[in-house]
């Protein structure tokens, strides 16, 4: 083969080798840039998910503490009704004792008040 010949047939390979080194290294960058990106983006997905997860944590927090404040709430309005009606209920027992005693004191009078207040109130709900 003449020297001619083989200077033809290594160009082409010789043009290949130095394009398939290009094509290496712009791999190589594309590899690197890719996992660049990927890194970058999975920093800021944890960061993300690292602020949401604490938004939820403080939302549960106050969740929890007013749940916690509108229970006691109850528990007190509950307390003070249970007051008030046993209050209420000792006042009808002492008036209901008093009027025992002044029905037994008098009876007359007794009757004679109970049909004046019946024959009025019968008057008011006749109109």
Known sequence: ???????KETAPEQALGTG????DESAERFKRAT?????NAKDKVDHVADRVEDGL???TDKAADAATRATDKAGEYSERGREA???????????????????REKPV???AIA?????????????
């Open 1 to 7: 083969m003449s020297k001619e010949v083989q200077a």
């Open 20 to 23: 398939g080194s290009r094509i």
């Open 35 to 39: 996992s660049d990106a990927v890194a």
């Open 57 to 59: 944590h403080r939302a």
């Open 85 to 103: 009606y046993d209050e209420a209920m000792d006042r009808a027992d002492v008036w209901l004792e008093r009027a025992r005693d002044y029905v």
């Open 109 to 111: 009078q007794s009757v």
């Open 115 to 127: 049909l004046g207040a019946g024959w009025l109130l019968g008057r008011i709900l006749r109109r």
